[in-house]
């Protein structure tokens, strides 16, 4: 039984998160050359959402974006987050500070010396049967960087499971160990002889 | 909403101790990240990692695995642990196509059992509910690179996990943002050419490393080892496992990211 509430649930949030990137390569796409056109063109998915029992599309705003390529997902860098059902992390309970910490990354991520915008858009909170949801994206440069779900059901301990199944990877080739603003760091299995000169060790003693 | 407001955490607390022949560091935020609370749960931890490597380590004489290994022991004979760690080795060996096994060619003609890609990250998973008894307290735990996080408070940022580069291992060549999950990532950079393909027996080529996100460290940590001794074709078969998300460094230092999927079936 839970098992069936919980293959609704992730069926349910993958179409969703489709959609809410489907949305949003539509309105890039479009936004270059009539935004009023791109708003009104945008209501169908809303509708289709709606349909659905999602409702978690929400207003874009007013959009940044400089190409239609949200969506797509084949780069090196910053491609996290679009494609199908890769969610990020998600805390239990109401919050914008996951989508706030995304945002931030992907900027940091993809090009550190550059300028680049970033807009998290928001939908608003949908109410299913199984609790409420609501999914946020991240745009940096006209590319979705993140999608994240700050509200989810909450009902089990599979929830959580569900959320960490998947996680962005944002690649750097080019950021320097200082400016990667990490907290641990994963690699090939340091020995405890290697251990004095990795670069855990600089944050183990930097105790940051 | 202002992107890059993080509610502040409070300090990062972090312990190093070497069990196993690795560094194993823990870092802490959150109600117990200076509590006496919060020690006990590390010395647990640490205790429960003892106790592992007494059953399992292949460099002790008397280990049940070692007994286990030279046929002093029969499978019987051995405490449920054991044979736990010897299903997950059977299922990874069926699922990598045989690349993946914890028997390995002696180079004799014969195997020799060598269950250590499959006992570190299900022993770290395993000891990390010490840590997850903590109320409203984030942790981060690796052990040589493999680890697992929770982020207790929504309010509170992610865990950045950087991804050592692994022709450079004084640079990161990846950043992962986790709040509840696992990282594992298996590579060469540190210990020479130990990963071995078991279907040839000859270590593995044609990657560099690969990192490996998922719910468990158990699956992560096999994943990331199966995939890594499959060589040229360790992304597309990363594309075949549910739930997790993967990079994979080839030689030449250009990747591959691989998208975490829903679990199939659901």
Known sequence: MGDLIMKKIVLWFAT???????????RTSTNATNASAATSAQRPYVGTATAGGTAGSGTAGSSTGKSGTAGSSTGKSGTAGSGTGNAVTAPASPSTSTA????????????????????TYTGRVASTRW????????VTDG???????????????????????????LVQETVSNQSANIDMVSGATVTSNGYLTSLQSALDQAGL | MTPGVAVDSGPV??????????PISLALRGRHADTTTGRRAWSAFIARLRRVDQVFSTYREDSVISRLGRGE?????????????????????????????VWLPDGRGGTRLEPSGVVKGWAIQRAS??????DDTDWCVSAGGDMVCHVADPDRPDWRIGVEHPLDPTRVIAVIPVRTGAVATSGTAHRGQHLIDARTGRPATGVASVTVTGPSLTWADIDATAAYVQGAVAAEWLRT?????????????TTTIIDGRLPSGW
């Not at chain 2, 607390?13 to 690795?22: D, F, Q, T």
């Not at chain 2, 496992?241 to 230092?253: E, I, K, M, Q």
């Open chain 1, 16 to 26: 969703t998160v489709s959609i809410v990137v489907l949305l949003f390569g539509y």
């Open chain 1, 100 to 119: 706030a910490n995304g945002s931030t990354a992907a900027t940091s991520a993809s090009s550190p010396a550059s300028a680049s915008t970033t807009t």
């Open chain 1, 131 to 138: 609790g409420d949801v609501q999914v946020a994206i991240t």
């Open chain 1, 143 to 169: 590319k979705i960087s993140a999608v994240s779900v700050p509200v989810y059901p909450s009902g089990n301990g599979e929830d959580q499971q569900i959320n960490a199944v998947a996680l962005p990877i």
């Open chain 2, 13 to 22: 607390r972090r312990e190093v101790a070497h069990l196993m022949g690795m």
């Open chain 2, 73 to 101: 022991l029969t499978q019987a004979q051995c405490p449920a642990e054991v044979l736990e760690v010897l299903d997950l080795g059977r299922a990874a060996e069926e699922q990598s196509g045989g690349a993946f096994s």
């Open chain 2, 129 to 134: 509910r010490h840590l997850a008894a903590l």
């Open chain 2, 241 to 253: 496992r549910a739930g997790r998300s993967a990079l994979v460094v080839w030689p030449d230092a």
